[in-house]
């Protein structure tokens, strides 16, 4: 399968703890973005790459949150010290500059706080 | 007021009939996606288009740049095609911004 994966599917934290999700993009698509919905929501922005560089961070990113794409190829996506409010689904999704910015979704990692 | 606006919330329907999924947006954008979200958070782009009309299968997109509306048609609906159907704008930054989706589901 050559899509975007994204792990783990879920995850179940209890609040104060630190967790890491990982998303790996299609290979050759350089633009990878990351975005958090809410039940009954649609996806909202959180951040993006462009190769290994983070080129805008939406304000929803507080300071406990942090995300990397150190060799432009896979990302994380850190939350510290989570909270209940944290909990959400968390998508992945990757683009290439050639193929008019069609973004390609991950399945999500689904993260519940307790 | 949100940015994009999508209507109905939800929508039931029977096997055969011909759904329609309607979008407003009160931004400027470079193109609009339609995508579709089934249980488990899976999302599969249907559709991105700029203008006119573009199909695939039963799926039919339309877009109004002027009147900055976009509608997303299925006909002869299928109880498989009980998903949420969200509308996404696309800004000249790149940046996706997305609506609140609309449920449907078509029973037997």
């Known amino acids: 399968d050559t899509g975007v994966s994204q792990d783990p599917r879920h995850k179940i934290t209890k609040r104060g703890q630190n967790v890491t999700f990982r998303c790996d993009p299609i290979?050759?698509?350089?633009?990878l973005y990351w975005y958090r919905q809410t039940l009954g929501q649609g996806p909202e922005f959180l951040t993006y790459?462009?190769?290994?560089?983070?080129?805008?961070k939406s304000r929803l990113l507080s300071d406990r949150f942090s995300a990397e794409r150190p060799k432009g190829s896979f990302s994380t996506l850190e939350i510290q010290r989570t909270e209940q409010g944290d909990s959400a689904m968390y998508l992945c999704a990757s683009s290439h500059d050639g193929q008019a910015y069609e973004q390609y979704f991950g399945p999500g990692t689904r993260l519940t706080v307790t | 007021k949100n940015e994009v606006e999508q209507s109905p919330q939800n929508l039931t329907a029977q096997e055969g009939e011909f759904i329609t999924i309607n979008c407003s947006y009160s931004v400027g954008i470079s193109a609009l996606h339609w995508l579709q979200q089934h249980p488990g958070g899976g999302i599969v782009s249907l559709f991105m288009l700029s203008s006119g009309k573009k199909k695939h299968g039963r799926l039919i997109a339309t877009i109004n740049i002027q009147e900055k509306h976009s509608s997303l048609h299925i006909t002869a609906s299928h109880p498989r095609d009980s998903a949420v159907y969200i509308c996404?704008?696309?800004?000249?930054?790149?940046?996706?911004?997305f609506g609140t989706g609309t449920r449907l589901q078509v029973f037997p």
């Open positions: 996404a704008v696309r800004r000249w930054n790149d940046k996706l911004i």
């Open positions: 290979s050759e698509h350089n633009r």
């Open positions: 790459f462009q190769n290994e560089a983070q080129l805008e």
